[in-house]
């Protein structure tokens, strides 16, 4: 099992930034990607952006190429979302979660795939 823990949310307002971070603790050698997820009220969770642990190969969803950016920390056992040029509907609850281990390859996109949820960090983009 892997804890991972969610910072970093706050109100920010349009057109701002914000700096995510999640810290993985327990069994780390476990972790072959982590993914950011994300859950406005009344929506379903949704796939944000996605790092391979070993090579830190990168995914992300349309919604937000070019605005966020995914990064890791290995030694620190960490992952960071910086995102840029914020939008209100960018409004959401922000989740961490680790890509089931049995699934190797690509990056996954579904919230089915992942596993070891944080608890989240909220995240308000105001106009």
């Known amino acids: 099992q892997v804890q991972l823990a969610e910072s970093g949310g706050g109100l920010v307002q349009a057109g701002g930034s914000l700096r995510l971070s999640c810290v993985a603790s327990?069994?780390?050698?476990?972790?072959?990607?982590l993914g950011w997820f994300r859950q406005a009220p009344g929506k379903e969770r949704e796939f944000v952006a996605a790092i391979s642990w070993s090579d830190g190969s990168t995914y992300y969803a349309d919604s937000v190429k070019g605005r966020f950016t995914i990064s890791r920390h290995n030694v620190a056992n960490s992952v960071y979302l910086q995102m840029n040029s914020l939008k209100p509907e960018d409004t959401a609850v922000y989740y961490c979660?680790?890509?089931?281990?049995?699934?190797?390859?690509?990056?996954?996109?579904?919230?089915?795939?992942?596993?070891?949820w944080g608890q989240g960090t909220r995240v308000t983009v105001s106009s």
């Open positions: 327990g069994h780390t050698f476990s972790i072959y990607a």
């Open positions: 979660a680790r890509q089931f281990t049995a699934f190797r390859g690509p990056l996954r996109t579904v919230p089915d795939e992942y596993d070891n």
